[in-house]
């Protein structure tokens, strides 16, 4: 499991229970995206046949979650919203590098990162639902998500040492996070999943 360098606060937390309509929202298309992620990697590295492999069983996890997450905004009668920029993955892709195999290692570190913070987060959402008497379908659907993401997050940094050197990895992954720690402090608070 990544070692993330800040904690998400507490107010993320209050933020995203007295909005909680706007996170589920957010958060179908932040799974929505994730499909779609995985679905890329494979489209831009087909050759790459272990990353193609899992990348494709991911796409249909994610595309899963997004199922899941849809079954609880129509129960709330909500409707879902066109995608948003993500400031928090805009920083993020912002430090990628180019050039082919640097581009590529980048991707899946940055996309290990996001799902660590994902991990952190549906965490802390899951723990402060189960307070609440009237959601415990939703507190034990977030403290699943939270056990897949920290699987994910794993798979992308496995992958990157499927492709790369491990002190390539590390060094590079030392890097992403701090900038992430930066990222993320720089931002708003929200009922956003990032």
């Known amino acids: 499991m990544l070692d993330l360098r800040v904690s998400t606060s507490s107010s993320w937390v209050e933020v995203v229970l007295d909005n909680f309509d706007e996170f589920l929202l957010d958060h ?30 991911l796409a249909r996890e ?20 066109r995608d948003r920029k993500d400031p ?7 430090q990628i590098q180019s050039g082919r195999e640097q581009y590529f290692l ?21 723990t402060a639902l189960a307070k609440c008497e009237n959601e415990p379908g939703l507190s034990h659907f977030y403290s ?7 699987r994910h997050s794993d798979l992308f940094i496995d992958l990157a040492e499927t ?6 990895v590390s060094a590079r ?15 708003p ?3 956003a999943l990032h």
């Open 144 to 150: 699943d998500l939270s056990r897949s993401e920290a």
């Open 189 to 191: 608070i929200s009922p």
């Open 163 to 168: 492709y790369f050197a491990h002190a390539e």
């Open 106 to 126: 980048d991707r899946l570190l940055v996309a290990g990162i996001a799902e660590a913070r994902g991990r952190e987060r549906f965490g802390l959402i899951a």
């Open 62 to 81: 994610e595309l899963d979650h997004f199922q899941r997450v849809y079954r609880f905004i129509e129960e709330r009668g909500l409707i879902l919203t």
């Open 28 to 57: 179908a298309a932040c799974e929505r995206k994730a499909s779609a992620n995985a679905i890329s990697l494979v489209t831009h590295y087909p050759d790459r046949r272990e990353l193609v492999r899992v990348m494709i069983e």
């Open 88 to 94: 928090y993955l805009r920083g993020l892709l912002a």
């Open 173 to 187: 992954l030392g890097e992403l996070l701090e900038h992430e720690a930066r990222v993320l402090s720089g931002l």
